[in-house]
């Protein structure tokens, strides 16, 4: 059974840094794509940015672009989502998902299988 645990969320100022963490277990995740979204208060879920695990090829939304970087570590089994100048529209519970995809990105919900439960980022003004 595949498990994604988000963690890192928390309070910040605007301007400033966070790093997620999605630990994955469960799972040949060699073979999978992985993303990261984003739900704000009465927002639909948002797509921010994906990345293969093992191509390593990446893919951002154009609204995050530049201020956000998705990386993995093979060792861990863990994707990281760093976000520099956060601003207060950031504001969100942001998860971790998975899709059995072994080169393939997808910016679209629907297309991931698994699902963290989510970690709340709030950035204050």
Do not use: H
Not at 35 to 61: D, K, L
Not at 70 to 94: C, G, H, W
């Amino acid at each position: 059974q595949v498990q994604l645990v988000e963690s890192g969320g928390g309070l910040v100022q605007a301007g400033g840094s966070l790093r997620l963490s999605c630990a994955a277990s469960g799972g040949t995740f060699s073979r999978y794509a992985m993303g990261w979204f984003r739900q704000g208060p009465g927002q639909e879920r948002e797509f921010i940015a994906a990345i293969s695990w093992i191509t390593s090829r990446t893919y951002y939304a154009d609204s995050v672009k530049g201020r956000v970087t998705i990386s993995r570590d093979n060792a861990k089994i863990t994707v990281f989502l760093q976000m520099n100048s956060l601003k207060p529209e950031d504001t969100a519970v942001y998860y971790c998902a998975a899709r059995v995809a072994v080169s393939g990105l997808s910016s679209f919900a629907n297309d991931y299988e698994y699902w963290g439960q989510g970690t709340q980022v709030t950035v204050s003004s």
